[in-house]
């Protein structure tokens, strides 16, 4: 259990979050979606106890987040940033092993740890290869299967798509609901709703949490599923937002306030 209650910090002048409180737990799938600014990376910085914050508690399992060693909070916390930052040519297998630094085991047990979780994003082939001569869609793959590795309980995503192309992207996200349904929490800032509906089936899209956060503040949580969601995105972002189906799948097209209709 993630469990955030009242946190609020402050950077200088600025109040970057403003008494903010979310709770999650393992099978649980949060999508914080906000304008630029809003505050949702900030939110993830706290969560992961990289950033203190002003007032507010912070507890994972009970216990304050800046309470934990690395590998206690590695056992409990995974953090998926939009980009690694990775820039030595790393071997991909050595990269996946060591996010297993927190188990007490042989290299050659990490080793093939590291293999099984490749080969469940189905990125076996990319084992020998070093990290940096991959795509962006290939490192992101690469990023999930460390997540694997790793055996965490939940997983922090911070727009791991935005820098992908839109097939990428549709790829990224189900590999994202394979970790949800395989038991992971799951909470993914994004500016692109859409995208969530990749994740999950159409069946399962009433089971994603969205939270709405502008100026530090969640403003609204509502369903995917959810019939004012459209409504409450076009406040979110100050565009008129309208839901569509395709393929039996939710999406919601935006337009100017502008181009309202009476």
Known sequence: ????????????????????????????????????????????????????????????????VHHLAAHERAARLAWLPQRLGITEPIPVLELVAAAR???????????????????????????????????????????IAALLSQEPRLVLMDEPASYLDPAQQIELYRLVGQLWRAGLGILCVTHDVNVLSHAVEPEESRRIQVVGLEAGRIRFTARYDAPELGEQLGSLFRVEVQSVQLHGRRFFASGPLSARQP
């Open 1 to 64: 259990m993630l469990d955030l209650q009242q946190v609020t910090l402050h950077q200088g002048t600025s109040t970057v979050l403003d008494d903010v409180s979310l709770r999650m737990s393992p099978s649980d799938f949060i999508a914080v979606v906000g304008p630029n600014g809003a505050g949702k990376s900030t939110l993830l910085r706290v969560a992961l106890g990289l950033l203190r914050p002003t007032s507010g508690t912070v507890r994972v399992e009970g216990v304050p």
């Open 101 to 143: 630094y927190r188990f007490p085991e042989s290299h050659a047990a990490s080793l093939e740890a590291a293999r099984s979780a490749l080969e469940r994003v189905q990125a076996s082939a990319f084992a020998s290869r070093t990290y940096t001569q991959l795509s962006g869609g290939e490192q992101q793959k690469v990023a």
